[in-house]
């Protein structure tokens, strides 16, 4: 193999998508994400205080080219916030523009560039750096045999977490059997919570999986980044997150996020139509709970 070629050449023709599902892990200003490449595709991963992990999986389905010649798993550092800027350059407003992506140029750039155009186009590169840490593995596990999982309509749970608003608080999550029902809970609201009852509320919580009751309490700048900056794609589609509390009351929040290119815009590139399963970005976070106080002051 030539020792020259470049461990990855992708193409993307919807970059919005990308910008989307990036964002959705973008909860503050400055933040350091590790990206790792593979023959499967592109994984950006994002902590917090050992205390919340994300990551973002971009399938190779996702990508119209995806030319993989590295040997093992590359893996580098960037800005998520400047990747982010970056990738929006070559996003238009209602037009589904296309991009490739190469890793890694002369200096170890991350190398973008438009491909519609024939006589124009946008080209940058990214300053990319070696990892100074190893990103956390999660290794997450059921607590029992039977997952505790619910799923509920994207818009309803990030509009119940917005309402639990209140610096430092904590919230309680519990999930129990019967009726079978899921409760959010904020202190420093006089005992402010919040219910989605799976008989009550089909629409809402669309899927619940409990054999028995367990509560676990989350920081709330923790759980709210959850949900912060869900894009608006999500809530058009009408689309549901999955919860699940595996061992130790770890909590795991799963979103979907649409990379397809509008059905409007060159409808003969998706001929096998406009909303395949494969045209989906996987986002996944990671929530450790809040340790007991078990001091009797």
Known sequence: MDSDAPDLVCQLDNVQGMV?????????RHQDA????????IVLIVEDSNCLQAKVYLQRELFV???????????FGLSLGLFVDCLNTFSVPGHSSAIEIRYPGPDMQLLLKSVESLDSGIYAEMRTR????ISWDYNFEPEWSTPLTFTVKTAALKEAIDDLEWPGASIQITLQPAPPSVTFRGDGHGDLQIDFTYYANPDLLI????????????????????TSNIPG????????SKLTIGRGGLLKVQHLVS????????????????????RI??????????EEDTADD
């Open 20 to 28: 989307d599902a990036l964002t959705a892990v973008r909860w503050k």
């Open 34 to 41: 590790v990206i790792e490449l593979s023959e499967h595709g």
């Open 65 to 75: 080219r995806y030319e993989y010649g590295a040997q093992g798993r590359p893996r």
């Open 130 to 133: 070696i990892p100074e840490t």
């Open 207 to 226: 899927a619940f999986h409990c054999d028995r009751q367990v509560s676990h309490r989350y920081k709330y700048k923790f759980l709210r980044a959850t």
């Open 233 to 240: 794609s999500v809530v058009r589609d009408n689309r549901g």
């Open 259 to 278: 990379v397809a290119r509008t059905s409007t815009a060159h409808p003969h590139i998706d001929s096998a139509g406009y909303q395949q399963p494969s």
């Open 281 to 290: 970005a996987y986002i996944e976070f990671f929530v450790k709970p809040e």
